[in-house]
């Protein structure tokens, strides 16, 4: 092979790997040059069909994530639609036993927008990471559940890192709802108290624990009998998950729910 | 040793020619260095289409002289979702740039109707015979 032929080739082989590191950095503006019939050629053709197909790919997939997220976004904004029209519906009953079923509705649509509106901000779209629903899901039950003289503190104890889908994370919000507002309407009398919530990863399950120091469930309650909806809702949900639910009334109430992997 | 040589009668395209042949195999062949688009490959399906009017047919496609095709081209000839006369084809191939081609447009594509690779003509025409309606 003559000096020149062998440069040729080294310089042919640096544009090919030049236009493949852009497509690597999906870059697809860049083709390599398709002169005759020779085997560099022939690679420099297989590479420019390939960056057609990777763009091509690239273009569908960001659209389909620019409709996720859409749909994320209108899925939240209807259902605070929602939950504002039920705000405005409050406005004229004055009957306590409405107004509070009101509420509890409105908390629950709620605990679902706000798993919405974090999947449409987060980065892949498909998870959401616990720690930072939990807290915002407390700071907005907090908001319309507590009272003028409340001092009701939240204690988070989430593992960094946990990352939920959708269809695990409306049952855990929905949960983490009905349990903390039973812990507002129910565990402090004189609106003082505290609210510990902590997750974590075991070998096999995650668990989540839910524990108030009020004044506890009332002497010989029953779950299975005395339970409300939202207590039903806890053991319906839980089920949906394939998870257990355990209950410990002593300094207070404790839930344990654990959800396999 | 390339055989398949348009006739006088066969309808020349920007990159192609088209013609029937007597056994009732359509064919066409790729210019030297054709670079293939989309408009090239309506063009050439318009022409394809026009050679019988009441029947399918299977058709015969020279690429050895190919230098490229475009992804909406190569779309475009895997026949998804249009009406084709076509009951199946074979594509000839010969060079690395051709076979390169060929094998991308076969992998990728996968043609809606029967489509096969050849880089022999007798080959090709023997097995596009079992086509022939």
């Known amino acids: ?261 | 040793m390339e055989t398949l040589d348009p006739p006088k009668n066969a309808i020349e395209l920007s990159v192609f020619w088209t013609w029937m042949g007597e056994d009732g195999i359509a064919r066409t062949k790729t210019k030297p260095l054709a670079e293939i688009t989309v408009k090239e490959a309506i063009e050439n399906s318009a022409a394809v289409s026009s050679l019988f009017v009441d029947r399918k047919f299977p058709l015969l496609i020279d690429a050895r002289n190919i230098k490229s095709m475009e992804r909406d081209a190569r779309s475009h000839f895997s026949t998804h979702g249009r009406e084709t006369k076509i009951t199946s084809f074979a594509v000839m191939v010969k060079s690395p740039l051709s076979r390169v081609i060929g094998n991308f447009f076969m992998g990728l594509n996968k043609p809606a109707v029967p489509a096969r690779l050849f880089d022999d003509e007798t080959d090709a025409i023997n097995w596009l015979k079992k086509y022939v309606l």
């Not at chain 1, 980065?123 to 039950?141: A, F, P």
């Not at chain 1, 029953?222 to 839980?238: E, F, H, T």
């Open chain 1, 1 to 261: 092979m003559s000096s020149n032929i062998k440069d040729n080739n080294s310089e042919r082989v640096q544009e090919i790997l030049d236009v493949i590191m852009s497509y690597a950095r999906f870059d697809f503006s860049k083709k390599t040059s398709v002169i005759g019939n020779e085997t560099l050629d022939a690679i420099g053709a297989g590479v420019n069909m390939l960056g057609e197909e990777l763009e091509t790919s690239t273009i569908s997939l960001k659209e389909k994530e620019q409709l996720l997220k859409e749909i994320h976004h209108r899925v939240k904004n209807n259902l605070q639609i929602v939950s504002s029209l039920l705000n405005l519906q409050s406005e004229n009953i004055l009957d306590k036993r409405y107004l509070d079923l009101i509420i509890e509705s409105r908390n629950r649509i709620n605990s679902m927008a706000l798993v919405h509106e974090m999947l449409y901000s987060s980065k892949d779209l498909s998870k959401i990471e616990i720690g930072h629903y939990v807290e915002r899901l407390s700071k907005g039950i907090e908001h319309s559940l507590s009272k003028n003289d409340s001092s009701v503190k939240f204690n988070f104890n989430i593992e960094d890192g946990l990352f939920f889908d959708i269809d695990h994370m409306i049952p855990l919000g929905l949960i983490l709802n009905e349990i903390i507002s039973n812990s507002y309407k129910y565990a402090f009398p004189a609106n003082k108290g505290n609210i510990t919530i902590e997750m974590i990863n075991t070998e096999q399950f995650y668990r989540m624990t839910v524990k108030d120091n009020g004044v506890g469930f009332k002497p010989n309650f029953d779950v299975k009998r005395d339970s409300n909806l939202g207590m039903q809702l806890i053991y319906m949900l839980a089920e949906q998950l394939d998870g257990k639910v355990e209950i410990n009334n002593e300094l207070g109430v404790s839930y344990q729910i654990l959800i396999p992997h």
